[in-house]
């Protein structure tokens, strides 16, 4: 039975796609009997492991509304579900490069871009965990089916550039907002009844209200 083992060696966004995609540049490497493979069905978790990076003063305090307050983090930087992906590997013999397909989103509802949009630079821990089915040839010419152990994982660093670096291709200078309906309807209204151009504008109108509103407050 091949034994297949799996090395991460980089990451790339991948232009034009319908939504945000990276790419993480993935080597198979069938060890020992070096059969033919005629294919494998492959199947891949994507979990960011928080407690396995340094972060900075910064990066502490907009992380705070995943994690809660720093003092509490040794119990709250659990392991987050990225993604879950497959894909068909082609036929190969001893080894092949190929694309694990990455989807990323930038709804701030998703934990995974709360933690991308908290981090200042450095790199993202992530874990890979691989499974699935191979489909080989043996030396009779007999067509035979191996399942991969839940036990393949890579430990990989991801760049926080090249998440940066996506979100700018895809949307540059935006971010995405998902409200309730009702507060959606009031705001609309409030946008409408002062003419107000743009949601930009209308927000920005709101928070300066608001901040006059709380210098009034600690004056009285």
């Known amino acids: 039975m091949p034994e297949l083992n799996f090395t991460i060696e980089g990451a790339e966004a991948v232009p034009y796609a319908a939504s945000p995609l990276l790419h993480l540049k993935t080597k198979i490497t069938c060890a020992g009997s070096r059969k033919d493979i005629q294919n494998v069905l492959l199947q891949c978790q994507i979990q960011i492991e928080p407690a396995r990076r340094h972060y ?12 809660g307050a720093p003092a509490r983090w040794s119990q709250t930087l659990h392991p987050i579900l990225w ?3 497959q894909l068909v590997v082609p036929p190969f013999h001893g080894e092949i490069s190929t694309n694990v397909p990455l989807p990323c989103t930038f709804d701030f509802n998703i934990a995974s871009t709360k933690y991308f949009h908290g981090l200042e630079n450095g790199e993202i821990p992530i874990c890979i965990l691989f499974s699935g089915t191979i489909f080989y040839v043996e030396g009779d010419g007999s067509l035979q089916v191996a399942k991969i152990p839940w036990t393949q994982e890579v430990n990989y660093r991801l ?3 090249v998440w940066k670096e996506m979100m700018d291709m895809y949307y540059p200078n935006t971010a995405w907002l998902c409200l309730q309906r009702d507060l959606f309807d009031q705001l609309h209204r409030y946008k409408i009844d002062r003419g107000i151009p743009t949601w930009d504008q209308a927000l920005e109108n709101l928070l300066v209200d608001a901040e006059e509103a709380a210098t009034r407050k600690i004056g009285t």
Do not use: I, Q, T, Y
Not at 56 to 67: I, M, P, S, V
């Open 159 to 161: 760049p926080v550039s």
């Open 56 to 67: 900075l003063a910064g990066e502490k305090d907009n992380l705070r509304d995943l994690f």
């Open 83 to 85: 993604a879950n992906s």
